[in-house]
């Protein structure tokens, strides 16, 4: 065994502590949902990861990014981001979900076909 060989890696949390063992959320949280740091959101006194979310949120961000950029698995940031919403720290924009039916989009499609 060699000792120094390589960086020292420190110990991390594991991700289901930082969500208390939790995987689901209150709100549907879609990869697309865009998040964004609060007004006057104070971040002093809560988890390094909450910390480092409210700095990456000051302009809108997709919640695949914020995952992406603070190397969590989607589901804990989810998890983290709905909790950090109902303390005030991030707003989360939630597409619209008003759609049209796929049914309306089929006769559409065969109607521009047929031109």
């Known amino acids: ?26 709100a549907a949280l879609a990869v697309e949902t865009l ?13 390094q990861e909450q910390q480092a979310i409210c700095r990456l949120c000051v302009r809108p961000i997709s919640v695949a990014e914020v995952s992406a950029r603070v190397a ?26 008003d759609r049209p039916d796929l049914a309306l989009m089929e006769r559409v499609l065969d109607g521009l076909q047929r031109l």
Do not use: C
């Open 1 to 26: 065994m060699t000792s120094g060989a390589g960086p020292q890696r420190s110990p991390r949390v594991r991700p289901y502590t930082m969500t208390r063992g939790r995987t689901r959320t209150g």
């Open 35 to 47: 998040v964004e740091t609060a007004t006057g959101a104070e971040s002093r006194g809560v988890p």
């Open 72 to 97: 969590l698995p989607l589901g804990v940031v989810r998890v983290l981001l709905d909790d950090m919403a109902g303390d005030g720290l991030v707003v989360l924009h939630v597409p619209a979900t």
